[in-house]
């Protein structure tokens, strides 16, 4: 069963750090570039960051530029985003999503259940 | 990195057609075939229903169509059914990211 799961979400205090975690199974997963796609709550989906299949083309939105980091690990099926500084604003669930382009942009087939950010002091 | 804009709401009998409309800029919509559409369900994650502007991954029912007509893409539903009554939201690619539009919620009356 083609599958991603995310954990890593919590409770942080503002201007703190959270990894996010997604594991992968059921496919290649060296093929398919990977997002991460977030939405607060009661609001609709943003778009956070992008990752290609060798990490060649690293996007990211406005919103989160120099304070996320996406990274993947081919070898253990696995996609991070590494989130520092984070604000109020940034409380959502956050969704990892496989794309189906090996470079990321196209459209995004296989979503995970999500995890919980909440960003409150 | 503006959304894309999508009317905040829709409705339709069980048995019509409706169509949601996505509009955006030759930056994004108009300038590149990377179109999608997403179902969202309350408390579900998304589901991919339409991609490339109007291709459709296995398993979508072709009650479900898109196209685009220059800055405007458009997702048409035909034969409402209950279940359709959801959340939809239209994507694209717009060079270095990915833009959004703010969502359509979809009656069914």
């Known amino acids: 069963e083609v599958q991603l799961v995310e954990s890593g979400g919590g409770l942080v205090k503002p201007g703190g750090s959270l990894r996010l975690s997604c594991a992968a199974s059921?496919?290649?997963?060296?093929?398919?570039?990977m997002n991460w796609v977030r939405q607060a709550p009661g609001k609709g989906l943003e778009w956070v960051s992008s990752i290609s299949i060798t990490n060649m083309y690293i996007h990211y939105a406005d919103s989160v530029k120099g304070r996320f980091t996406i990274s993947r690990d081919n070898a253990k099926n696995s996609l991070s985003l590494q989130m520092n500084s984070l604000r109020a604003e940034d409380t959502a669930v956050y969704y990892c999503?496989?794309?189906?382009?090996?470079?990321?942009?196209?459209?995004?087939?296989?979503w995970g259940q999500g995890t919980t950010v909440t960003v409150s002091s | 990195q503006s959304a894309l804009t999508q009317p905040p709401s829709a409705s339709g009998s069980p048995g019509q057609s409706v169509t949601i409309s996505c509009t955006g800029t030759?930056?994004?919509?108009?300038?590149?075939?990377?179109v999608s559409w997403y179902q969202q369900h309350p408390g579900k994650a998304p589901k991919l229903l339409i991609y490339e502007v109007s291709k459709r991954p296995s398993g979508v029912p072709d009650r479900f169509s898109g196209s685009k007509s220059g800055n405007t893409a458009s997702l048409t539903v035909s034969g409402l059914q209950a279940e359709d009554e959801a959340d939809y939201y239209c994507s694209s690619y717009a060079g270095s990211n990915v833009l959004f539009g703010g969502g359509t919620k979809l009656t069914v009356l």
């Open positions: 030759s930056s994004d919509v108009g300038g590149y075939k990377y």
């Open positions: 059921g496919f290649t997963f060296n093929t398919y570039g």
């Open positions: 999503a496989r794309d189906l382009s090996s470079s990321g942009g196209n459209g995004m087939d296989v």
